[in-house]
């Protein structure tokens, strides 16, 4: 008999197959691989064909838009929104419409086009978490702007239409609904207990351990107990904090390790899959410190979303997290740096 | 500059691409073809290969699970849900769990593994409505069911694993939430107007006409405003009434021409794109009937979903729905029946 499980934040339930649950063999998918066929934008020497960067690492001194950089931020080339211009509102009858104000922005994560996510050393992957939290500082002085989602799409299934790697960061002047649905559950449950819904579930897993794949001085990673996709991970920090770009220097170097960690057990358990993964942060102007938690989620791409997901907003997962955590926890790698 | 736009009854913003606006030939993707290769547990011969049938239309006095059928409605062989059992609702500290009862049914809707409901007659895609009449009417006798949900998934891409066509219905325990979010939104516009959003939506698009795609004497067919995907369309009744099971002769004769034409645009338009079709209906036992307006939504499968609407609930459509009612609206083409 399969099981029905809601979200404990959002009250979304989804449908959770126990009888035939898949394991990592189960899902047939092509694998992520780097082809290096084609020019690439991304690669040193090629600076001049995406737009101008916004903000670079560089340890050796070199020049702005040239080769020298270990990270790189530039505008998208293809913005899903526009920065400029002002933020103007218009009804039609019964329609809202806005002008599309934003920032799209690409961070390009290494020089090196071979390299993922997983294979950067750990450090590396500290400098993208970095760039993350400075470009996010520098938005937020933006009125215009209520929130600023990281994202990255990983692999053409899941989204990647170039292959060098890199993350994306897009800032808008609405807080989304599904932000919108997490902030005002976890308020809800506030109102209700006076404690943050993420910190009681930390303290549960914790207790019970059958969903925890992991953990570190700062953070704790979860198969969650409702989750919409098979194999699916949020990275909690232990610590209750709204905001991802109030963390410190100790918080940044851990996450970049468990990151870094849990894209290689992906890789390893179910060999080298598409994945996306969103970081949830507070909404830019709004105090949400007593009640939101903020958090990091993966989400491989392993299963087609089709008319049943789209009608009701229900998913089916076919995989019981408890189970995906066993696996996870078990392909425990030796981290490269 | 982009465009956002905000749905009326839902709430959600998209960002509706304007300056690059995709045409349809700007999609790449493959195009749904009916290979017949192998095996096919849905041809005439092969009933024993299904689970037992649950309705069928014959008219020839064959037998039950034998040939001779027109149509044939049998339980999914491979259920998201369980039909058997009672529904039991369980606590474990912060979580939700039930068991997962439900009905899960595949309605074939031709012997012939050539056809797809754009090519079949349309008085053969009334059969299909009427089935699903029929089924849920049946199911709404079952008080554990809180909403049954018609859907279709046409071609892999779109989810599809058998190719011979069919609808699937889920019959759920609970009402989901996206449907959940389409009844407030409309309760909350008729508390405040006392009227049904969708009969204001209908008549706003009928008089400025430019994303009215087609209508005939029972249905209109409009792109909606804050359409998610490109080329998306609703056929919503013309007439207020919150039930689809409700729908008399009539309608449902409307509806199969229209459903029908409307699929074959889309396969004139689009070259056979992959796409899934849902129909939003009341929730089985609330009274919605002042507020609520049931009809169906279309969906190609033309984009890729990623990071970005996984984290925001917030979607790209880099087709303007002007442009693609134009596009849909002159592909008008001549009905086989």
């Known amino acids: 008999m399969p099981e029905l499980r809601k979200d404990p934040i959002m009250g979304r339930w989804v449908i959770i197959a126990t009888d035939r649950a898949k394991r990592p063999t189960d899902f047939v998918r092509e ?23 916004i903000m670079a690492y560089r340890s050796d001194g070199s020049l702005r838009n040239c080769p020298g950089w270990t990270l790189r931020v530039v505008a998208n080339k293809f913005p899903a929104l526009g920065i400029e211009g002002s933020l103007s509102r218009q009804g039609e009858g019964l329609y809202d419409r806005m002008t599309g104000i934003g920032a799209h922005e690409v961070i ?25 939290r400075e470009r996010i500082l520098d938005l937020k002085q ?21 292959e060098h790697t890199h993350s ?15 902030v005002n559950g976890a308020r809800e449950h506030y109102n209700f207990k006076e404690r943050c819904i993420f910190c009681d579930i930390i303290r549960q897993e914790t207790e019970t351990g059958i969903r925890v794949i992991a953990e570190n001085t700062e953070f704790i ?51 080298h899959p598409a994945y996306n993964f969103i970081i949830h ?6 105090s949400t410190d007593d009640y939101y938690h903020w958090h990091l989620e993966i989400m491989p791409k392993l299963t087609k979303v089709a008319g049943f997901e789209w009608g009701t907003g229900f998913y089916i997962n076919p995989t019981p997290p408890e189970e995906s955590a066993k696996y996870l926890r078990e392909a425990a790698v030796t981290a490269n740096a």
């Open 221 to 271: 990673v979860l198969s969650p107990f409702a989750p919409r996709f098979p194999f699916e991970m949020w990275i909690i920090p232990k610590n209750h904090q709204a905001a991802f770009e109030r963390a410190e220097k100790r918080e940044l170097e851990q996450l970049a390790v468990v990151l870094k960690d849990m894209l290689m057990r992906l890789d390893k358990v179910l060999d």
């Open 281 to 286: 942060t507070s909404p830019l102007s709004e």
């Open 108 to 132: 390009i994560e290494t020089p090196d086009h071979q390299m993922t996510l997983a294979t950067l050393p750990s450090h590396r992957v500290e400098e993208v978490l970095w760039a993350c």
């Open 168 to 182: 994306q960061l897009i800032a808008l002047p609405v807080v989304p609904v599904r932000v919108r649905e997490e």
């Open 31 to 53: 694998k992520v691989q780097i082809r290096s066929t084609g020019f690439c934008p991304f690669c040193p020497g090629n600076e001049s064909k995406t737009p101008p960067e």
């Open 142 to 162: 933006d009125r215009r702007f209520k929130y600023v989602l990281i994202f990255k799409n990983h692999g053409e299934a899941a989204g990647a239409s170039l």
